[in-house]
């Protein structure tokens, strides 16, 4: 579930909480709910947090930077460029439920450049640096994997187009 909320002259607060439950007893790990990654706890790698169960809670403040940049470079266009920062609280296992010191912690910060390509093509430019505050391990295939107490970094470059849907507007 996803909630966003205005606050001011374009400054947001967004929040994602994700539940999960496989029901009955545990079942194989190829099967368990991953949490970490790019698109969910950004930092903590992908396969680091598994398990049957999982609940985690993002909060992120969004603001610009700088508006109406109104510049072109070469076939690119620079529009805005907004700054983010996000917590993150969460955890999955198989079995009882942790103890709430079990569950991972960790924040960081995005920088997303909003640009047009090509005059047609509307695109974004992202950099994101995310610490995990919490060390664990994992045991995989007889090795032990230690995770937590680093940065991990991530970038891309988005798309995104206007949809007309009944009428009305929606920004994907």
Do not use: C
């Not at 403040?61 to 470079?73: A, E, G, S």
């Amino acid at each position: 579930a996803s909630a966003y909320f205005p606050l001011w002259a374009d400054h947001t607060l967004s929040t994602r909480l994700r539940l999960g439950s496989i029901l009955g007893p545990p079942v194989a790990d190829f099967f368990d709910f991953y949490l970490g990654g790019l698109i969910g706890f950004k930092a903590y790698p992908f396969y680091a947090i598994s398990g049957n169960e999982v609940a985690w809670l993002n909060l992120t403040y969004r603001f610009p930077l700088w508006r109406n940049i109104d510049t072109k470079f070469g076939f690119i266009y620079f529009d805005k460029i907004f700054l983010s920062f996000h917590a993150d609280i969460g955890n999955a296992w198989t079995g009882d439920i942790p103890d709430y010191e079990k569950f991972k912690k960790g924040a960081g910060a995005e920088v997303r450049i909003f640009m047009n390509s090509y005059y047609l093509f509307p695109s974004a430019l992202f950099f994101n640096a995310s610490y995990g505050f919490d060390n664990f391990e994992r045991v995989v295939n007889r090795q032990t994997i230690k995770y937590g107490k680093e940065w991990r970094f991530y970038g891309g470059l988005l798309f995104g187009f206007d949809i007309v849907n009944n009428q009305n507007f929606i920004k994907y």
